[in-house]
């Protein structure tokens, strides 16, 4: 295949108008969704390359998550639902560097290497979220998929989780269920229906919902599942799009201002739901009685959906191995909880999902959870044999792990399948969303984010909890930690914004901002830090 079709494009309809170098980082590539339009064609030429290479669908969703409307961006699907294999994120950044000219030798590379037969054929899914400029990215994404001679299937506006649901059932002949929007709501809201067939209400718990959509596709998507899922749950939908995407609501912002979202009624002992711009993270919160405000972040789900998997585990007496993957930035108050009271195996990843996914692979039964919402439950082909075989054989605890199994979407971090889940185990429980954050209490902790002239100076191992460069950093942030009580932090280079992130925590409130702005004054110190010094936490 020549690709002078490809250039001419490209020269035409989607010049390169950047020079500075761009990297396909945890996120794909994010930005200003004004300089995207040759990013996104790209990326449809290189999708058409990884369909013929898979010989799969391939997916590609356009989206900036939780990112302000401004910004907008694109994420390639593997196969089975994965994030882009590593060596194709090199291939991202190599086509994305190339001049207008340099596409046709970029993608020869690419067909070399890979050993690409061009003669196949390759079909791509498309799926965008509801910012303005996402259509025309769409297009722009069509246009590079079309370039190279591929086809394409166009979902329109579909959350992240959903686009990686119908390319993972494309993909594996629909075993794991059907690849169109509709099977993806009938399938999960099928399975909570009947897990909610005893009954709805049980001891402290009652299923009443306040859902903050944050303005975007989350919103979409909540009302299509109220559609198909009865009365199983009573649900009200706030912030469906009246108001600005992501704008003081949403999961992001719950989960980092630590406030309740603008938009959503302040009634209290009632849970609200927040997630984010494209549906794949989740938030719990509440007030209680005196209006004082509680978050339930990702570890606090992972805690309760790993305890209670344990249990059915137990109970069924099946010899599967169950573990939970967190990253650094669990709360160290949730790793002794569920290592030391509910004696779950826990490993840590580096952040990106991709990391988390790739560790739960290593148990039988995989949770993953990153704090900021964002995570899922995978099952073992043997794990899922075995607990369909124990279910059929009427194993009670194996019927109910059958039944959880279904809720779960198991290709990527799903905002409302994790809410389903949530639901499940707090309905099986008993419990109020009080009951479930007293199980344990999260540490006090801040985070910050200092900005160097260069944050690649800033490398780390042990799955971002040690510092490695630059030298000296890491000893001194040992002996600023060492005066607090229960203090840890770390320190890490972001791959989503130019600067480097900080974490901390401590037995108090206070402790934990004040080790954070210590911290944040070493990297500022050690790493060539611009502006200001950190003062206040930001
Ligand atoms: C991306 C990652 C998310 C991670 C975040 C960290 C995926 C799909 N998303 O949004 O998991 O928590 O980046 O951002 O992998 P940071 O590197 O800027 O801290
Ligand atoms: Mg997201």
């Known amino acids: 295949m020549n690709f002078t079709e490809a250039v001419r494009v490209a020269q035409e309809q989607y010049p390169k108008k950047v020079t500075k170098p761009i990297k396909y980082g945890t996120a794909g590539f994010r930005s200003r969704a004004d300089a995207l339009d040759f990013i996104m064609y790209r990326m449809g030429l290189l999708a058409g390359l990884r369909a013929r290479d898979t010989s799969s669908v391939i997916g590609v969703m356009i989206t900036a998550s939780h990112n302000p409307v401004?910004?907008?961006?694109?994420?390639?699907?593997?196969?089975?639902?994965?994030?882009?294999?590593?060596?194709?994120?090199?291939?991202?950044?190599?086509?994305?560097?190339?001049?207008?000219?340099?596409?046709?030798?970029?993608?020869?590379?690419?067909?070399?290497?890979?050993?690409?037969?061009?003669?196949?054929?390759?079909?791509?899914?498309?799926?965008?979220?509801?910012?303005?400029?996402?259509?025309?990215?769409?297009?722009?994404?069509?246009?590079?998929?079309?370039?190279?001679?591929?086809?394409?299937?166009?979902?329109?506006?579909?959350?992240?989780?959903?686009?990686?649901?119908?390319?993972?059932?494309?993909?594996?002949?629909?075993?794991?269920?059907?690849?169109?929007?509709?099977?993806?709501?009938?399938?999960?809201?099928?399975?909570?229906?009947?897990?909610?067939?005893?009954?709805?209400?049980?001891?402290?718990?009652?299923?009443?919902?306040?859902?903050?959509?944050?303005?975007?596709?989350?919103?979409?998507?909540?009302?299509?599942?109220?559609?198909?899922m009865k009365k199983s749950l009573n649900v009200t939908i706030f912030n469906k799009g009246e108001g600005v995407l992501n704008h003081l609501c949403g999961a992001d912002y719950v989960k980092v201002q630590q406030k309740w979202p603008e938009g959503v009624p302040k009634t209290?002992?009632?849970?609200?739901?927040?997630?984010?711009?494209?549906?794949?993270?989740?938030i719990y919160s509440y007030l209680d009685s005196d209006g004082k405000f509680y978050m339930l972040d990702g570890d606090k789900i992972a805690t309760l959906v790993a305890g209670y998997l344990q249990e059915l585990v137990k109970g069924s007496g099946l010899q599967l191995?169950?573990?939970?993957?967190?990253?650094?930035?669990?709360?160290?108050?949730?790793?002794?909880?569920?290592?030391?009271?509910?004696?779950?195996?826990?490993?840590?990843?580096?952040?990106?999902?991709?990391?988390?996914?790739?560790?739960?692979?290593?148990?039988?039964?995989?949770v993953y959870f990153e704090a900021n919402g964002h995570g899922t439950v995978i099952f073992s082909k043997t794990a899922r044999e075995a607990i369909e075989t124990a279910?059929?054989?009427?194993?009670?605890?194996?019927?109910?792990?059958?039944?959880?199994?279904?809720?779960?979407?198991?290709?990527?971090?799903d905002a409302i399948s994790d809410m389903l889940l949530v639901e499940t185990v707090l309905h099986a429980r008993g419990?109020?969303?009080?009951?479930?954050?007293?199980?344990?209490?999260?540490?006090?902790?801040?985070q910050m984010k200092v900005t160097v002239a260069d944050r690649a100076v800033i490398?780390?191992?042990?799955?971002?909890?040690?510092?490695?460069?630059?030298?000296?950093?890491?000893?001194?942030?040992?002996?600023i930690v060492k005066a607090f009580l229960k203090g840890r932090s770390f320190v890490r280079p972001s791959g989503t914004e130019d600067?480097?992130?900080?974490?901390?925590?401590?037995?108090?409130?206070?402790?934990?901002?004040?080790?954070?702005?210590?911290?944040?004054?070493?990297?500022?110190?050690?790493?060539?830090?611009?502006?200001?010094?950190?003062?206040?936490?930001c």
């Open 268 to 282: 209290q002992n009632v849970r609200c739901v927040s997630v984010d711009g494209d549906a794949d993270r989740v």
């Open 499 to 537: 600067i480097v992130r900080i974490y901390a925590e401590a037995s108090t409130q206070e402790e934990a901002d004040n080790l954070a702005i210590q911290v944040a004054c070493a990297v500022y110190e050690h790493a060539g830090g611009i502006g200001d010094r950190p003062k206040a936490p």
């Open 70 to 228: 401004p910004d907008n961006g694109v994420k390639l699907v593997d196969p089975m639902g994965e994030m882009l294999a590593p060596a194709w994120e090199v291939h991202a950044t190599t086509l994305v560097n190339a001049t207008d000219e340099g596409i046709a030798s970029a993608l020869e590379g690419i067909v070399s290497e890979a050993h690409i037969d061009t003669s196949k054929k390759a079909l791509v899914f498309v799926g965008r979220d509801t910012r303005p400029s996402s259509n025309r990215l769409c297009d722009a994404v069509i246009a590079g998929v079309t370039a190279v001679g591929g086809e394409f299937k166009d979902f329109g506006i579909v959350s992240t989780p959903i686009l990686h649901y119908v390319v993972t059932c494309y993909n594996d002949g629909g075993k794991y269920g059907e690849a169109t929007v509709q099977g993806y709501y009938q399938k999960i809201s099928r399975a909570f229906n009947k897990l909610r067939s005893s009954g709805t209400s049980n001891g402290n718990y009652d299923p009443v919902i306040l859902y903050d959509g944050a303005n975007g596709v989350g919103a979409l998507a909540m009302s299509e599942f109220l559609n198909n």
């Open 459 to 479: 490398t780390t191992t042990d799955a971002e909890r040690v510092c490695v460069t630059p030298e000296g950093l890491q000893n001194t942030i040992n002996k």
């Open 391 to 413: 279910a059929q054989a009427k194993n009670n605890s194996a019927e109910k792990l059958s039944q959880v199994l279904d809720v779960i979407n198991e290709t990527v971090g």
């Open 321 to 366: 191995k169950l573990g939970l993957v967190q990253t650094a930035y669990a709360n160290g108050a949730s790793t002794a909880y569920i290592t030391e009271k509910l004696g779950v195996p826990v490993a840590c990843a580096k952040t990106g999902v991709k990391h988390l996914h790739h560790m739960a692979l290593e148990f039988n039964i995989g």
């Open 431 to 446: 419990w109020s969303v009080s009951d479930w954050n007293d199980a344990y209490t999260d540490l006090p902790n801040r």
